[in-house]
C-alpha cells in the first residue's frame, strides 16, 4: 500500500511533462519543451505566457519577467542568463519536472558569456526532424541547433536549416490562420516535416568538429550553482608557462586577442565566448573533458595548431559625413532615422551627435509618419466593419464573423482589426470590446460614434436575425 501511495504524487499546476532527449544524449532545448507543454494543454504558446508562466513568475520573484519571446524563438531563455535560471527554476516548479535547466545553456554558466551563445532565428536538422516523424517519436529542437557556435548536426553531418522563413509561404500567402507552433510543422505553410524546405549541402569536416566538441562540453560541465573555472584556468595558467611565447602565443594561434585572453585567466568572474572556448581547445589539442578538469598535461612546446579567421576591418567615420547623411534624409519625403541608421551601420547616437537639429527634425518626422501610417490601418479597418454591417443588415442576416467571411469571400477571424470592430458594433458594446482588445482612446470613440450612426440610420435587426 505504501509504495501505491508513492505512485502518485503531488497535482501540480501544467502537465509534467519530462525534457527529451536523443540516443546520443543530446537535451531538448527548453523552448521546444514550452511548445509541447502549450499544445498538450491546447493554448498557444503566448497564452501559456500571458495567463500562467507571467503571473507565476511575478509572485516567485517579484518581478515581471522579461521579453521571452516564447511565440517566436525563445532566445531569452535558452542562454545561460539570470533569466533562464529563474525560468527553468519556474517550470520545474509549476510541472514537477526535475533537470528543465539541462535544456539551456547553464552548464556553461561559469564558463562562457550570455553575448552571442544562442541564435534569434530558430534552426533545425531536417534528416532529425523526418526521422522523428517516420519513426513515430516526437520531434523536437535540440538546444546544440541553437548554439551560435554550431553551424551543422554532428549526426547527419548536413547544414543546419533555418526555419524561421517558409519559401513556399511567400509566393502562396495561403490562409491567414496560423498553424501549430510545434517542432516539425512549419509555422508558415504547416508542412509536416518542414518538406517546404530543401536540405542544406554537407557540412564540412571542421564545422563538424566544432558540433561534436561543442556536445561533448555541455557533457562535461555539471551544472552548479557554486562550479567555477577556477581550476581550469589555473591549470592553463601553469600549462602557459611550458609554452614558447606563454599565453600570447596561444592567443595568436586561437586569433583572439592576448588582453581578452590574459583578464580571463587572471580574473575568476570574467568569461569567454563560446567560439573562443572551443578555439582554445582546437589549437591546444584538448578534448572538452580535458578542458573541464583543467587537464592540460599534453600541452608543451608550441600550440598544435592555428586557426585564421578573418579579422573585421575597422571603418572610420567622419563626422561631416554623418551629419550630410543626416540632412540628406530630410530631403526624402519618408526616410527616417532607423533607416539611416541602418544604411550607414552605426548607432543613432552616433547621428544625434553628428547633426543635433537636423536628427532632431528627422525624428519628429519618424513619428509624424508612424502616426498617420497608424490612422490609416485604423481608417481602412473601421471602414471595412462598416460596410460589412451594412451588407449584413440589410440582407438580414446574422451579424458574425462567420457570415462576413461568407459575405465578403474572404477570411475574417478575431486577431483582424476589422473583426474586432466588427464585434463591438455588432454586439453594442464598444467600450467594454475596446478594452478587451486595446483599442486607442480615439478609436473607441470613432467606434461609439459609428455605432451611434448605425443605430440611428440602419433598420434594426429583425427577430429572427436576433435570435
Not at 61 to 73: D, K, W
Not at 247 to 263: E, Q, T, V, W
Not at 390 to 399: A, D, G, I, Q
Request: charged share 25%; glycine share 8%; aromatic share 6%.
Amino acid at each position: 500500500m505504501e509504495n501505491l501511495f508513492k505512485a502518485f504524487r503531488k497535482p501540480t499546476a501544467l502537465y509534467g511533462l519530462q525534457l527529451l532527449r536523443t540516443d546520443a544524449g543530446d537535451p531538448e532545448s527548453l523552448f521546444s519543451y514550452l511548445l509541447r507543454l502549450a499544445f498538450a494543454h491546447r493554448v498557444t504558446p503566448k497564452k501559456l505566457e500571458e495567463g500562467c508562466l507571467n503571473p507565476s513568475f511575478l509572485a516567485m520573484f517579484g518581478r515581471v519577467p522579461n521579453a521571452t519571446q516564447l511565440g517566436h524563438s525563445g532566445a531569452m531563455i535558452l542562454g545561460n542568463s539570470r533569466t533562464a535560471l529563474d525560468f527553468s527554476g519556474l517550470l520545474s516548479s509549476l510541472t514537477g519536472a526535475r533537470d528543465l535547466h539541462r535544456g539551456t545553456g547553464l552548464a556553461l554558466r561559469h564558463l562562457v558569456g550570455t553575448q552571442g551563445l544562442i541564435t534569434e532565428r530558430d534552426r533545425v536538422c531536417l534528416s532529425c526532424i523526418r526521422e522523428d516523424l517516420s519513426a513515430g517519436r516526437t520531434a523536437f529542437g535540440r538546444l546544440i541547433w541553437r548554439l551560435s557556435s554550431v553551424t551543422c548536426c554532428p549526426v547527419h553531418r548536413e547544414a543546419l536549416t533555418d526555419v524561421g522563413t517558409c519559401p513556399k509561404r511567400a509566393c502562396h500567402p495561403g490562409s491567414p490562420y496560423r498553424p501549430v507552433k510545434l517542432y516539425g510543422v512549419c509555422g508558415m505553410c504547416a508542412s509536416v516535416g518542414y518538406h517546404c524546405h530543401n536540405a542544406d549541402n554537407t557540412a564540412s569536416g571542421e564545422q563538424i568538429d566544432l558540433a561534436l566538441l561543442c556536445r561533448d562540453f555541455f557533457a562535461a560541465h555539471p551544472i552548479d550553482e557554486q562550479s567555477s573555472a577556477s581550476a581550469t584556468k589555473r591549470s592553463l595558467r601553469e600549462a602557459s608557462a611550458r609554452i614558447n611565447g606563454g599565453y600570447a602565443a596561444i592567443a595568436r594561434s586561437a586569433n583572439i586577442s592576448k588582453s581578452i585572453l590574459g583578464r580571463w585567466l587572471n580574473h575568476d568572474d570574467a568569461r569567454l565566448a563560446l567560439g573562443t572556448v572551443l578555439a582554445l581547445c582546437v589549437v591546444l589539442g584538448v578534448s572538452a573533458q580535458e578542458f573541464a578538469r583543467g587537464d592540460f598535461a599534453r600541452v608543451d612546446g608550441q600550440p598544435g595548431r592555428t586557426i585564421n579567421l578573418p579579422r573585421k576591418s575597422k571603418r572610420k567615420l567622419v563626422t561631416a559625413d554623418l551629419a550630410a547623411a543626416v540632412r540628406d534624409a530630410l530631403n526624402s519625403e519618408r526616410k527616417i532615422v532607423a533607416e539611416v541608421a541602418r544604411e550607414l551601420q552605426v548607432d543613432r547616437n552616433m547621428l544625434r551627435r553628428a547633426d543635433p537639429e537636423a536628427y532632431s527634425m528627422l525624428s519628429r518626422r519618424g513619428v509624424a509618419l508612424r502616426i498617420r501610417s497608424r490612422d490609416a490601418r485604423w481608417d481602412a479597418a473601421i471602414g471595412h466593419a462598416h460596410v460589412m454591417i451594412t451588407r449584413l443588415r440589410n440582407s438580414e442576416k446574422t451579424l458574425s464573423l462567420k457570415n462576413a467571411s461568407a459575405e465578403d469571400e474572404g477570411v475574417w477571424t478575431p486577431s483582424q482589426r476589422r473583426s474586432q470592430i466588427f464585434l463591438a458594433l455588432a454586439r453594442s458594446d464598444p467600450d467594454r470590446l475596446s478594452q478587451h482588445y486595446g483599442f486607442p482612446l480615439d478609436v473607441t470613440e470613432r467606434v461609439r460614434a459609428m455605432l451611434s450612426h448605425i443605430q440611428a440610420t440602419l433598420p434594426p435587426p429583425s427577430d429572427d436575425v436576433r435570435r
